[in-house]
Structure formats: structure tokens, C-alpha cells
């Protein structure tokens, strides 16, 4: 039996539909789906599945990050696989870029980093979002509680630099050794490559490293400058200017902001928030 585990709000609202296509993949094999919403007890679910069975996360990393954390202890029953079918995949397009059928997450979902905000731990797979990218999936929540369009990212993150986002001073500290910034754009910590529908803020940093993580600091300039550099985060090239975009590496990673903003964690935003801390498993 394969247990599909679906999320009807990825993929711009069309995740039961993409689900369904697992019978399509599986032709030869009995599929139960379940909305991942509705499940209360992942303990008495794992309870009634055997190491014969398999387990599909259908949705995004924003699904795949609430599995990861609402199982967090549980042993897992049989082989886990992820079929990535959300609006960014940043998870997908770095461990199988090229194939988003579903393949196997077991060796990537455990010994994963923590993320302590508001005195709450989260495991995260891909990375820390503060700053700008913070704000963009604000906007983005409202943008899809108002309409069914699917959300440019890029586009929000554009006139937020031109018009409304508003950088702050922040205080980051890398294995206890403090970095004091101005006018901070971004200031995200990463685990693995890709966030943000395919940014790439930290090109060094790889999840097979389990031993540290990335902060990339983007800082100091005004609107113009920084919207200039800002489309490299793409390629990775912003890392080039290097008058106002730093990358440190450690265990310990906390970032401190001099007023409240949203935060993201694999695509899941907090509000109000003024510090994290990130820290390898």
C-alpha cells in the first residue's frame, strides 16, 4: 500500500488534484490518499503501516516542513518518498533536479537543523527567511487568501525594495562572534541551496554539510543598488558585490533585528518576530 499524504493548498491550491496523479505513476499499486490537514495522531497512524508500505508527502517544502516537525521523535514505519508538486520546490530542484517524481527523503529528513523563534524549535530542510524574503510570503498569504491567482515572489519582492519594505540595523553572531550591519536587507540562514522559488543565497552551502550552515547578510546600500544586485541571488553572482553581501558559516547562528519582522521557514511565515537562533542537529 502507498499512503499519499497530500496538501490541497500546494501548488496554488492544486495539490489534491497533483496528488491524484500518484495512481498514474503507480498504476500497479493501491493508493490511500489522506489530506495531511486531517491527521491529528501521526504515532496511531504510523501504528497501521507496515515496512512493506511506503509513504508519499505530496505537496511543497512548506508541507514537507510541517511533516518533518509534526513527526519530530516518531520513528519512520517504512520508506518515506516526497513527490514535490508546491509552487517553489527548492527542496526537489536541489537534491533531483532534473526528475520531480517521487523519490525517496528518509536520509534527508533526520539529524536536521533547529530554529528557535519566539522561544518555539522548528526543523527546517532548506533555510531561515528573514528580512525581505520574510515580508514577501506575507504578502503572499494575503495575495492567496484574497484570489486563486498563483503568487509572483519576485514580483513582491520588487516593489517591496522600491516601495514599502523598510531595512533595519541587525546584530548577527556566528559561534559567538558578533557582526554588527546597517540598512539589512536579507539575512537568511541556510541548510540546503535553493529557497525562495529558486534563489540562491548562499551558493557554498550544501546540505550534505551537517555541519554548519550559511548566513548571507545583504546590507548597507539604498533602494537602487540593492535592486540592482538583487536579481543575482538567482545565479548566486550577488555574492560578487562584495561591498554589501557577506556570507558567514558556523554551528550557531543567530540573527537579531533592531524591529519586529516576518520570517520564513521553508516557506511558512511568522510574524513579529525580532530574533532567531539556528543551530546544526
Known amino acids: 500500500m502507498r499512503y499519499v499524504l497530500y496538501n490541497p493548498l500546494a501548488g496554488n491550491g492544486q495539490g489534491q488534484e497533483r496528488a491524484l496523479k500518484v495512481k498514474e505513476i503507480f498504476p500497479d499499486e493501491q493508493c490511500s490518499f489522506i489530506d495531511i490537514s ?36 516518531l520513528e519512520m514505519p517504512c520508506t518515506v518518498l516526497y ?56 504578502v503572499g498569504d494575503k495575495l492567496r487568501g484574497q484570489s486563486d491567482k498563483p503568487i509572483n515572489y519576485t514580483s513582491i519582492a520588487i516593489k517591496g525594495l522600491l516601495f514599502h519594505y523598510r531595512p533595519c540595523g541587525a546584530t548577527i553572531t556566528v559561534d559567538g562572534v558578533k557582526h554588527k550591519y546597517k540598512k ?15 534563489m540562491i543565497p548562499t551558493p557554498g552551502q550544501s546540505r550534505k554539510e551537517k555541519e554548519s550552515l550559511s548566513v548571507m547578510v545583504m546590507y548597507g546600500k539604498g533602494k537602487i543598488k540593492t535592486l540592482m544586485a538583487f536579481p543575482g ?49
Not at 45 to 68: H, M, P, Q, V, W
Not at 93 to 119: A, H, M, T, W
Not at 233 to 256: A, P, Q, W
Request: hydrophobic residues 35%.
Open 38 to 73: 486531517t491527521i491529528t495522531d501521526y504515532k496511531a497512524l504510523f501504528a497501521s503501516i507496515t515496512d512493506s508500505d511506503s509513504l508519499i508527502i505530496s505537496g511543497g517544502d512548506g508541507t514537507l516542513n510541517r511533516f518533518i516537525n509534526n513527526t519530530e521523535g
Open 83 to 138: 513527490y514535490p508538486v508546491g509552487s517553489g520546490n527548492d527542496f526537489a530542484r536541489d537534491v533531483v533536479p532534473e526528475d520531480y517524481s517521487p523519490f525517496p527523503v528518509n536520509e534527508y529528513i533526520k539529524d536536521l537543523p533547529i530554529v528557535e523563534v519566539n522561544g518555539k524549535k522548528y526543523r527546517f530542510i532548506n533555510g531561515v527567511g528573514y528580512g525581505i524574503d520574510g515580508y514577501c510570503c506575507e
Open 184 to 198: 539589512v536587507w536579507l539575512a537568511p540562514t541556510m541548510h540546503g541551496k535553493y529557497y525562495g522559488g529558486g
Open 233 to 281: 541571488i538567482f545565479k548566486g553572482e550577488h555574492v560578487k558585490h562584495k561591498d554589501m553581501v557577506e556570507v558567514l558559516s558556523g554551528k550557531r547562528i543567530t540573527v537579531e533585528f533592531d524591529k519586529p519582522q516576518s520570517l520564513q521557514i521553508d516557506g511558512e511565515t511568522i510574524l513579529g518576530v525580532t530574533s532567531y537562533t539556528a543551530t546544526v542537529a
